[in-house]
């Protein structure tokens, strides 16, 4: 076998592409959804290219790569292409070969959607299938959200569009604080630490420096170190830099959910989601209570948002206190902020609502 | 192989309309056994509600410093072939476009040398590889790197530069204003060496969006937010507004009401636009992408400092330069690039990502080591607070 070649960088995206996205590279001109899940975009020279969008599990076997492949092959000369949100997008250039394609899928029971004013893929994390700080796992709440959320992949009843994400801890692989529903694993006790292993496993100075709240103090007795309960928020960055701190706590690890945030800048800009529920229990294997809050959310937002409304802007026009009213969720001191900068997020204005 | 335990946890979770990965690991774990215990390891995890991964441990290829992520069971004497299962990431192509031959080649080479297991994609962009043993790694890459066609490379892991991603671009979108796939390959090859040997304080990211629409989530998820926009009029095609409304499309409701500046108007026959108030938010143009086009002198926005919670807080990337011209060699931002990282290199405390160093340090002081002018678009508001420093020679000094 050869030595590895290195530095090469990536395949060339060119050699990726359909003849069709080539020829038209930069001169599309509009696209339309002609049913969820299908797109058309038109280009100036009169081409058109259809989209056809396909839901995936994200964590997918070769198996499954190759039965895409296949269909590729078939129906979108041998290209396809993947979305940040985790769907398959296949490519189709020949406007005969979408119904069939779209047949095929249904008969493998891949679901095609996700377009226009829908609920689209659950940008996701590891969870307990490949991670060491897990709260939660991220793979199973993900498949039992959207299995009771599917109608709302494969139509586009919505108001608007609806962003869901989930991180299993607070690392955040994958920007899950900017999402219309957040689902984020949490941690809620403070590290056990192991007295007998840590000076053998970490180096004292650098677990000291990552607390963000300076809960870490060095024990020299016992070369170790202490941490201090009362400052601690559970973060989960002190496991992060040495084992011996350990976070996860089956007993107490829990999912929170936030609300209310956008990437897009379309009409009101990005914005951070909000917490709505600080606290639902780790019930798997379908978490029942977590795919209750978040279809609670979902529909009492699409009853009450007007036309075209995100939920950050339904939530920016009623007030976040009309939200937690018409919402019924309890308002905690756990939803004022008591982290860095926590007095920005607080009331100067005696306009408010009751 | 070991025997197949039962799992009946996970099998809830291949009932339901949605694509499983239960399944998606059973059909793995038929030719793969740490797929079995893959599936086996994670049963027990649903059972006492906790993960089984050990932290991380050091393993790579020759020559690279990241791309491989280790992970260990630490309950191998009952998962013995998931006691190691570490992560290969491999820089995905610009805009997550494939052949299938490209694919079918790397579930080939999984199939011989991992677990069969993938993740398409981790929302970092790569093309991720779950589950093989440390003795497999640089097997696996001197094939994969030596593939005919299609070579890939591995991507980022560590304090180094992340894979760089970007949207889908003007191959197959209308709304891109920035060459996003050209861009993208083009740095990732220009910066190779900081994306494979880890020498910075922390973690740096590059995500390109085509237009403000952001369809990669740039401004949340990286510490470089480049997103294409425009400086010049809205172009509109009078005709094909009149149509959209014909067709009975609410214009007032939908368009005109929801213009975040209130700077569109419609009489009724004509849709007027004052481009000076325009803040190019693509709201209009999503809607009647017929009749609406961004204007012709185009560039992007670059955004810096966005990250997740991990230190100080997450935080989302701001306006650095409002402007910037963006055509192949990309000099101007790469020398940008450079000068930042560089800053930030020398500054930065271990883990402090560039945002937050601009944070503790002063803007004022990652302006002046870049080279960059202070302009009223990197603020919602001057300060308030009366605090403020002066550079020594602004003053008379004795
Ligand atoms: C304490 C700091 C962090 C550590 C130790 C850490 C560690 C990790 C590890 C081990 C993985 C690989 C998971 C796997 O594939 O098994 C990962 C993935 C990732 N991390 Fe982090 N991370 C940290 C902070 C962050 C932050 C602050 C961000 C975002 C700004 C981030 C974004 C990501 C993303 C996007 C992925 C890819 C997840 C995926 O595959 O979908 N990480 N991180
Ligand atoms: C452009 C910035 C500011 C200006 C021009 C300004 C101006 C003033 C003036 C004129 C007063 C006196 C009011 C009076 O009693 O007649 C005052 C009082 C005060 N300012 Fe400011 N201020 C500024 C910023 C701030 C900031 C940033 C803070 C706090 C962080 C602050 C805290 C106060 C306090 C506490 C008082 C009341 C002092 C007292 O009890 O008498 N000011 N300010
Ligand atoms: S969010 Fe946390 S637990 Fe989940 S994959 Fe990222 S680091 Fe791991
Ligand atoms: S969990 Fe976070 S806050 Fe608590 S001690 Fe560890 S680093 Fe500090
Ligand atoms: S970010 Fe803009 S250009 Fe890129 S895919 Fe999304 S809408 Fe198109
Ligand atoms: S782009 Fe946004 S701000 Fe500009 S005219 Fe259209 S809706 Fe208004």
Redesign the interface.
Known sequence: MAQARTDIGPPLYKDMLPPICKENYGKWRYHEIIKPGVLVHVSETGAKLYTVRAGSPRLVSIQFIREICDLADKYCGGYLRFTSRHNVEFLVSEEANVEPLLAELAAKKIPVGGTGNSITNIVHTQGWVHCHTPATDASGIVKSVMDELFEYFTTMKLPAKLRIALACCLNMCGAVHCSDIAILGIHRTVPKIDHENLHKMCEIPTLTASCPTAAIRPNPKLKSIDIKADRCMYCGNCYTMCPSVQIIDPKNDAVSIWVGGKISNSRIGPRFSRLAIPFLPNNPPRWPEVVEAVKHLVEVWAANAQPGERMAEWIERISWEKFFEITGLPFTDKHIDDFTLAQTTFRCTTQFKW | MTEAKKTP??D??E???????????K??AANSPS?QD?LGQ?EL??E?????????GLVG????GGGVIG?YSDIPEQFPNVEM?H?IRL??????????????Q??DL??KYGS?????????GDLVL??TRTENL??F???V??LE?????LGGSGSNLRTP?C??G?????F?LI?T??L??DL??EF??YL?RPMWPYKSKIKISGC??????S???SDFSI?GTWRDDIKIDQEAVRAYVAEGFDIQ??VID???TKCMSWDGNELTIDNANC?????CI?KM??ALRPGDDRGATILIGGK???????M?GWVIIPFMKLEPPYTELKEFLEKAWEWWDENG???ERIGELILRLGMRNFLRAVGLEPVPQMVNAPRANPFFFWWPEETVQD
């Open positions: 946890l996970l809830e979770l009932k339901g309309p949605w694509p499983s990965f239960v399944t998606e690991i059909k793995a797929a893959l994670l995890s649903y006492d509600k906790r993960g089984h991964w050990k932290h991380g290829v020759m020559g690279y992970r299962f992560t820089n995905q192509p610009s805009g997550w476009y494939y052949n299938t031959k490209a694919l079918r790397i579930c999984w199939e069969g297991l993938t993740n398409l994609h981790g929302s970092t779950l589950g640089q097997p890459f001197d094939e790197s030596n066609e299609h070579p890939f490379d991603s949207c889908a003007p191959a197959r979108c209308e891109a060459d796939t050209d993208c390959h990732t090859n190779q060496d494979h403000p629409n952001d369809c990669v989530a401004i949340a998820r997103q409701g939908l929801k213009c975040p803040t190019r938010c693509m709201h999503n992408c017929k997740a919670p991990i230190l100080q807080g997450a989302m405390k271990t883990r």
